[in-house]
């Protein structure tokens, strides 16, 4: 059974930094595009970064410069380092992997980052 376990969230003060992690377990091959995606309240998730299998980068406009997405392929996991954080950046941040013969999504279960003003 495929998983996704993000590790990282938690409490940091405006300006400061955070590390995320998501280690994906019973994908067998073929993992394409890992990525971040996060929700505020009452909104629909959107897309931080993503990083393809090549490791093609995307950013959201708002965290370019900011936050680096990187994958390890052999651990099945990937990584977003956030930087220069922002209060108006809590939220849930969630995992994405897109695996498989038929490119299905996998989602990790959230974690929260609360920045501290």
């Known amino acids: 059974q495929v998983q996704l376990v993000e590790s990282g969230g938690g409490l940091v003060q405006a300006g400061g930094s955070l590390r995320l992690s998501c280690a994906a377990s019973?994908?067998?091959?073929?993992?394409?595009?890992m990525g971040w995606y996060r929700q505020f309240p009452g909104k629909q998730r959107e897309l931080v970064a993503d990083i393809t299998s090549g490791g093609s980068t995307n950013y959201a406009d708002s965290v370019k410069g900011r936050f680096t997405i990187s994958r390890d392929n052999i651990k099945n996991t990937s990584y977003l380092q956030m930087n220069s954080l922002k209060p108006e950046e809590k939220a849930v941040y969630y995992c994405n992997t897109v695996a498989g013969l038929y490119a299905r999504n996998y989602w990790g279960q959230g974690t929260q980052v609360t920045v501290s003003s």
């Open positions: 019973g994908i067998l091959f073929n993992i394409r595009t």
